[in-house]
Every structure is written in C-alpha cells, then in structure tokens.
C-alpha cells in the first residue's frame, strides 16, 4: 500500500517538474503572440510592461501581409526547403546503401572523413564556401543558398546504419531475379529504411526552412529572400518595429508548426529511431 502511495507521489512530482519546464519553454512563444497583437508604443514605452494587449492590435499582421512580399518570401523558403530536402534524402539514402553494402578502396577512409565534416562548426567553413558559391556565380541566387545543403553527412551516417540492418539474402534474391542495382535499391532497399527516410525528411524541412545565417550572407535582393530573412526586414538600423518582427515571427513559425502537429508521429519516431541506431 505505502509502495503503490509513494508511486504516485512520485508520480505527481515528476508531471509537476515537467509541467514547470513545459511552462517555462512556452513562455517565450506566448509572449511573442501575445507582443505581436500589441502597438510599437505599448511594447517600447509602457512600464511596466504589460502582458496582455489593452487592445488587440493587427496592424503588425497587416504590414507584414500586404506592405512586404510575404508571400514571395514563403514560396521562396517552400521552394528552398522542398529541393534541398528531396535532394538530401535521395543522395542519403542511395549513398548510406553504398557505404553498408558496398566494398570498395578508401571505404572506411572516406567514410572517416564524412563523419568528421559533423565536428566542424559551420563559422569554420562560412567563408570558404561563401568563395565557392562566390566563384560559380551563384551569389544572390536561390540556387547559392541551396548548393551547400544538398548533401548531409548526418543523413549519410543515419541512412547507413538503418542499411546495415537489412538482410543481404535479400538483395542477393533481387540479383538473381535479374534486377538491376538501382532496381534493388529502389525496391528493396528504399520501403526497408523508409522510417529513417521520414524522419530525415523531416529534420531536414526543418533546418532548411528556419536557416537565417547562410540566406543572410548570400542574398542582398529583397525579392529573392526566403521568409526566415523577414524578422530582419521589419528591424531597421534606424527604426525598431517590435509588433512587425513579433507578427513576422509568428507567421514564420505557423507553417512549421503545422507541419509539426501533422507529422508529430513520425517526428518522435525518427527522434527514437535515430537514437537506436
């Protein structure tokens, strides 16, 4: 009886510290629907700040809506975010086959060397392929921000252990069925390490879609920026605009907060699946 007590208290005690931690990382989300309801004069001025608008305000909604291209912005991230995504998981997928099933010369050497590309920080190798992009023209160009992503060395990595695991009788019966490699590969192959596929569809929709630094360094035309750039548009050297930025960022985060609620499933299943693998 005290055994079955003090599992529920334990019990309540946990959901209570996890109640306070999801509190305190919504916090920050809230505060900025909330802000982005309110005037510039009621965020900068009122002391003491208030946490409620004293009138819901939608002119941060409107000015971001119809006074800037916010929608050629989000065609421009979907755009973005759609091909570099496609291009991962295929080149991920048909590479991890290669490195589990696959012997050739430098094998584990090259393998090596894709693992440690994870360990450089992105500051490291900023400039660098800002001289690539630099010098095959592609500055100011949707194809500069997508050309260093199209390959993910995560995704490599992730796609080869999922690979690992499938039985080689069964690409030895697709052989002798007369199928091509790349028949195997799509047929047998792909459906096998399709979870590990979803999963990094969707972290890498993610990535794509709320990259700022890269886009930030490569475009400087208005029309051309993807909408993660919009939050910087609305704050100005000379000008603070907090209800534009709020409205924008909220906007920003609806369309990946929906895609998060739709495939909120598959999202904790990569998360498990990965660290399985």
């Excluded at 629907?33 to 004069?41: A, D, E, G, M, P």
């Excluded at 291009?87 to 048909?94: D, G, H, K, P, W």
């Excluded at 900023?126 to 949707?142: A, C, R």
């Excluded at 999922?162 to 091509?180: H, K, N, Q």
């Amino acid at each position: 009886m005290r055994s079955g007590m003090h599992i529920r208290r334990a019990g309540i005690v946990t959901y209570l510290f996890l109640a306070a931690g999801a509190a305190v990382a919504m916090f920050p989300f809230l505060w900025m629907i909330l802000n982005s309801f309110k005037t510039n004069k009621e965020i900068l001025l009122t002391v003491p700040p208030t946490f409620f608008p004293k009138t819901f305000y939608l002119g941060g909604y409107l000015k971001v809506l119809f006074e800037a291209p916010f929608l050629r912005w989000t065609l421009n991230s979907l755009f973005i975010a759609v091909v570099t995504t496609a291009a991962v998981v295929f080149s991920s997928a048909l590479v991890g086959y290669v490195y589990a099933k696959f012997r050739f010369s430098g094998k584990k050497t090259s393998f090596l060397i894709i693992l440690a590309t994870l360990m450089i920080p992105f500051e490291v190798i900023m400039i660098p392929e800002f001289l690539v992009v630099s010098w095959l023209g592609l500055l100011n160009t949707l194809s500069g921000v997508m050309a260093p992503s199209l390959v993910s060395a995560f995704g490599i990595f992730m796609c080869r252990q999922f690979c690992e695991s499938i039985p080689g009788d069964l690409m030895d019966a697709g052989r002798i069925d007369g199928a091509s490699e790349l028949g195997i590969f799509l047929r047998i192959v792909v459906p096998e390490i399709t979870p590990a596929m979803s999963a990094l569809t969707i972290f890498n929709f993610m990535a794509s879609w709320n990259n700022y630094v890269w886009p930030l360094i490569v475009i400087n035309d208005v029309r051309k920026m993807p909408v993660s750039l919009a939050i910087s548009y609305f704050n100005g050297i000379h000008a603070v605009h907090p209800s534009y930025v709020m409205a924008a960022s909220v906007l920003v985060m609806l369309p990946i907060l929906i895609v998060y609620l739709i495939f909120q499933r598959q999202f904790v299943e990569g998360l498990a699946l990965s660290g399985l693998k």
